[in-house]
């Protein structure tokens, strides 16, 4: 199973970015896709998550509405649509696929990160 995950830059407090993860190797509709990042020393944390049938989302509180996370079956892929960026967004993002939700050890495979740096 290969995970790709890509979309990060440098953006502006108060801009978007989109991030993607693009899955591979097992069959992509039956699993959580799940999106977690980690800061400069802190721990890793979650951002957000979709059910296999991206029928249901979940999503880390420190989000409250900014980002927005959907799933296309027909392209093995998974997106975050990151909204009203502040600088404590800044981390490395990663992708996992798994059968968890909000907790890393139910992700068996994980993605390499893409960086996300947001300016003051």
């Known amino acids: 199973v290969q995970l790709q995950a890509s979309g990060g830059g440098l953006v502006q407090a108060g801009g978007s970015l989109r991030l993607s993860c693009a899955a591979s190797g097992r069959t992509f509709s039956s699993y959580t896709t799940g999106w977690f990042r980690q800061a400069p020393g802190k721990e890793r944390e979650f951002v957000a998550a979709?059910?296999?049938?991206?029928?249901?989302?979940y999503y880390g509180d420190f989000v409250k509405g900014r980002f927005i996370i959907s799933r296309d079956n027909t392209k093995n892929t998974v997106y975050l649509q990151m909204n009203s960026l502040k600088p404590e967004d800044t981390a490395v993002y990663y992708c996992a696929q798994g059968v968890g939700v909000r907790e890393r050890k139910k992700y068996d495979y994980w993605g390499q990160g893409t960086l996300v740096t947001v300016s003051s």
């Open positions: 979709i059910h296999s049938t991206g029928g249901v989302t």
